[in-house]
């Protein structure tokens, strides 16, 4: 038994339990993957939004060359200088203030006298002619080119040949955009020109998703204005002014190579450009930007939106975005950074599908373990049964064995006429016991085999059974008053009209009427009891002897129970009398059943329907 138990549980219910164990690891490594996906194809948006930026700043400072370029068409460099700003800002649309610098690093515009006139002008001047006219170092942001992305302009800059890197080639090493983590090498090197590099900064947004890089990846210098401009044709440097964002567009003519123009725009007074941004961005979605389950936005080196697509009139908590990506050097500190509508959309998905797997893997075990259950209950009832049988084998032989010796044993006394003539009818009425004993053993254990291979059939016609009892009783009460018993029959009145096998019935009586002998103890009494319930004939057999114990009431109908161990009571048998009566009973359409009797012993029930008696 404990075998199979074992056996269920190393075979059945450990691999289960690890089968369940494995899925649901593999369901959250799925999520984790899920997850990473969802990041990546989320950053591959705000990247869009970043290069979509860079795009932007690229195109303007494309328009000012362009704009220097007509410029120079026009009139003659060094006339132009004198008063680019005034020209600049007529051809221009952008409120940028144009400056043109000699080779000193001296300002030929804007002139003293546009500062008078203009305080913008004027400030300007206070905050920037030191550095652009050589004059001191500052905390910038130089662009590569090459990286101000949209390529088809970087590659129309270059057919132009207006494109350049830096000639000091500090950046150069950095191939990748940094805000594409960079890998530290790509620093420029501490003692190059720009040996002031600028300690890395914190973002100032914090990604949601894992392995975002808390250090902003876009790389500044203190340097001089004349670093850039003097081996370089063209470029951008990005510096913060009173924390205010300012772009340096600068250009050194092929025509003037002596000679820089320039202007500078504030970042803040680009709110025009922005909206824009995102067009690509949601079309290169796929979905029309519709029912996105997104918001992109454009955050400023303060964190807060300059631009929102799309624009739902929410809140977000602006420095935890989902994911974000630096524009790089083109608008230092900025972010292009993406917000989830529904944050809690992607985690109550992994949690659903989690729960579902749970749900499955919990029924599946709990199938498992019925199924085990019922596997394991058929096993060890088998195993019983099979004890039973063996039981059974050694009951019958003994059971055969007993009167046959007797038989055997007065036949040999008779035959060799060793005993008194008045001992022989006494001699005889033994074995005529004894062969009815062994007749009634045979015919149980036949009966029950052929009711089992369903080859007995039942030879049913309606009878009185009260006729059959009266024929029946008389040789069943001489016997058992031999045995020592009083026995007695409580008849109801006359007829018990039933449709029934009548040797058949006699069996399951003869059956309960030897049991009640059989198991009848020491108050050696049994009543055949018999009355109509209802439309039910109801025959009672009981005793007085050691009764069934308790709880075994229903078991002792199943073929080779005994509730009384040969060896244990001293009583043998073949467990096979009670299963034959409930047989038969049950062929009539009736019940059987044993209580125990108030007083001590047992009462068995057999209860038959009443045929309709015919008019
Ligand atoms: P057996 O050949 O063992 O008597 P049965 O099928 O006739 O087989 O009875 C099954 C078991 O029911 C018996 O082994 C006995 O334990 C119990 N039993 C049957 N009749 C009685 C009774 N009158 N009193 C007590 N126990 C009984």
Same mark, same amino acid.
């Given at each position: ?121 004027? #400030? ?15 905390? *910038? ?22 494109? #350049? ?35 890395? #900064? ?33 470029? *951008? ?13 600068? *250009? ?51 964190? #807060? ?242 009764? *069934? ?67």
């Amino acid at each position: 038994m404990k075998k199979s138990f074992l056996v269920l549980l190393l075979a059945v219910l450990l691999p289960s339990l690890l089968l369940g164990f494995l899925a649901l690891r593999n369901v959250q490594e799925q999520q984790i993957v899920l997850e990473r996906r969802t990041a990546e194809l989320y950053q591959q948006q705000t990247d869009k939004v970043a290069t979509s930026a860079r795009s932007l700043i690229s195109e303007q400072r494309h328009a000012f060359a362009e704009t220097l370029r007509q410029l120079l068409a026009e009139e003659n460099a060094t006339v132009l200088a004198s008063h680019f700003t005034a020209r600049l800002r007529t051809r221009w649309n952008q409120p940028a203030i144009g400056f043109a610098l000699d080779e000193a690093g001296h300002f030929l515009s804007p002139t003293l006298q546009d500062a008078a006139a203009a305080p913008k002008i004027r #400030q300007f001047l206070q905050e920037n002619s030191a550095f652009l006219g050589g004059k001191a170092t500052a905390p *910038v942001y130089p662009v590569i080119l090459e990286e101000l992305n949209r390529p088809e302009l970087t590659q129309r800059s270059r057919a132009n040949g207006t494109s #350049q890197t830096y000639g000091k080639k500090a950046f150069d090493n950095a191939n990748n955009y940094p805000s594409k983590a960079a890998p530290k090498e790509a620093l420029p090197p501490k003692n190059g020109p720009f040996d002031n590099v600028l300690p890395s #900064q914190q973002r100032n947004v914090v990604p949601q998703q894992q392995n975002a890089p808390a250090e902003s990846q876009v790389y500044g210098a203190n340097a001089e204005f004349r670093e850039f401009t003097a081996e370089g044709n063209e470029g *951008v440097v990005n510096r913060f002014v009173q924390d205010r964002l300012n772009m340096i567009f600068w *250009v050194r003519p092929f025509t003037a190579r002596q000679l820089v123009f320039g202007c500078l725009l504030r970042a803040e007074d680009l709110q025009g450009l922005w909206p824009g941004l995102f067009d690509a961005t949601l079309r290169g979605a796929g979905d029309d930007g519709q029912a996105a389950d997104f918001v992109l936005a454009l955050l400023d080196d303060k964190g #807060q939106p300059v631009a929102i697509s799309p624009a739902d009139g929410r809140t977000y908590e602006w420095k935890k975005p989902f994911v974000a990506s630096e524009i790089g050097e083109a608008l230092p500190h900025w972010e292009a950074a993406l917000y989830l509508r529904n944050p809690e959309q992607l985690q109550a998905s992994a949690r659903r599908q989690q729960r579902s797997l749970y749900l499955l893997i919990g029924c599946a075990l709990v199938a498992i373990a019925l199924g085990g259950g019922v596997v394991f209950r058929d096993t060890r009832r088998q195993l019983v049964l099979a004890q039973q049988k063996t039981d059974f084998v050694s009951n019958v032989s003994h059971e055969l064995k007993t009167p046959l010796t007797s038989i055997r044993m007065f036949a040999e006394i008779l035959h060799g006429g060793r005993t008194a003539p008045e001992r022989q009818p006494e001699y005889l009425r033994i074995m005529l016991v004894e062969a009815e004993r062994l007749t009634r053993l045979i015919n149980n254990v036949l009966d029950f085999s052929r009711l089992d291979r369903r080859e007995r059939r039942l030879q049913k016609r309606a009878l009185d059974l009260h006729e059959v009892l009266e024929r029946f009783w008389p040789g069943c009460e001489f016997h058992l008053h031999e045995a020592g018993f009083t026995a007695r029959w409580e008849s109801a009145p006359p007829p018990y009209p039933i449709v029934g096998d009548e040797d058949a019935l006699t069996q399951v009586l003869v059956n309960l009427l030897a049991n009640a002998e059989k198991y009848g103890g020491d108050r050696k009494e049994v009543i055949l009891r018999s009355h109509l319930e209802d439309r039910f004939l109801c025959l009672g057999v009981l005793d007085r002897g050691i009764g *069934v114990p308790g709880g075994e009431e229903g078991k002792i109908f199943e073929p080779f129970y005994r509730a009384h161990d040969s060896l244990a009571s001293g009583i043998s048998g073949t467990g096979l009398g009670l299963a034959l009566a409930k047989r038969i009973v049950h062929e009539h359409g009736g019940e059987i059943f044993c209580q125990p009797r108030p007083g001590g012993g047992s009462h068995f029930t057999v209860r038959l329907p009443l045929a309709r008696l015919d008019p």
